[in-house]
């Protein structure tokens, strides 16, 4: 027997479609998080994920810059400090080898100004193409027609906004994922002069600081779901979304903090390791806000002649 389309219903292929098919009828969610998936593939989501990978690590360089150029401004006023790490590179590094070291950490600090103007400038930059290409793609998976640009100003000035936001809440959400390792953990428990600590209390102490964590990334991701996109879409829905990819983030975040600690044992995995677990934590990132957005795209919601453009 064959379906209208001429399709075949019988047989060991033909009983699993029906099974599944099945399956997505009796659980709402499952049909929903597999037109989820569809909207996100027809969209080129995995692409788009990619994309805001490369434009995420291109835009740590700066920042390197920037964070050098502060470290040199501090080392230029602590000569006391400055003269113990010439110190320890002098001894870990002996002969010519290390005296080069030692010239070329003095030069690199004599030119903290010009680094750092070069990194503002730099930084300033990319992130507002990072930002450009985040809101496009999150439009993109939101939108079903392409959208008028409303201005270069007023879109260059909204994202200007949004980077220094989504930055300042993504240092938020990784401290307060480091807070909940035990070291760290520890490390504040004796600064509040808490020097015995019960495991249950240590525990629950662990648990709100993820909570807490769970909580900034909700915000962030409900935000990047909700409100950077260059049209207005459900706020209710987005929330939801946003909450599905904060889960997935801490979870990911756990994992990736358990992969550093393996491979840092080793000196292959110190030099190679952080670089391949940014490049994959960027990614995976992107994917969750992307398709967290497609989820939400996919959710019933009012038809799209009567949702209006924003005015970001």
Do not use: C
């Amino acid at each position: 027997m064959t379906t209208d389309e001429g399709a075949p219903t019988t047989g060991s292929g033909g009983s699993s479609i029906s099974r599944w098919s099945r399956l997505q009828a009796r659980f709402g969610w499952l049909d929903h998080v597999m037109r989820a998936y569809r909207h996100f593939d027809e969209r080129n989501g995995g692409f788009l994920a990619a994309a805001l990978s490369y434009y995420t690590i291109f835009a740590l360089f700066p920042l390197l810059m920037v964070s050098f150029a502060v470290v040199g401004f501090i080392l230029s006023r602590r000569p006391g400090l400055l003269s113990t790490i010439d110190n320890h590179i002098r001894s870990a590094v002996s002969g010519a080898l290390g005296e080069q070291l030692v010239d070329l950490m003095d030069s690199a600090i004599d030119a903290r100004t010009s680094v750092g103007i070069i990194g503002l400038a730099t930084a300033a930059w990319a992130g507002l193409r990072w930002m450009s290409r985040l809101r496009a793609s999150v439009t993109e998976m939101w939108s079903e027609r392409h959208l008028d640009s409303r201005g270069f100003l007023r879109h260059t000035l909204s994202d200007l906004i949004a980077m220094v936001g989504t930055f300042a809440v993504i240092e938020l959400t990784i401290g307060l994922t480091a807070l909940s390792q035990v070291r760290p953990l520890r490390a504040v428990l004796r600064w509040l002069e808490i020097h015995t600590f019960s495991v249950v209390g240590e525990t629950m102490f662990r648990a709100i600081s993820i909570s807490l964590s769970v909580l900034v990334s909700w915000i962030l991701f409900t935000w990047m779901i909700g409100r950077l996109p260059r049209q207005k879409v459900d706020l209710v829905v987005s929330m939801k979304a946003g909450l599905m990819a904060a889960i997935g983030f801490e979870l990911f975040k756990q994992v990736a903090s358990i992969y550093l600690r393996i491979v840092l044992r080793s000196p292959a995995g110190a030099a190679f390791g952080p670089v391949l677990g940014l490049m994959v934590f960027s990614y995976i990132t992107a994917y969750l806000v992307l398709f967290a957005t497609a989820w939400a795209a996919t959710a019933p919601r009012p038809p799209a002649n009567d949702r209006e453009p924003s005015q970001l």
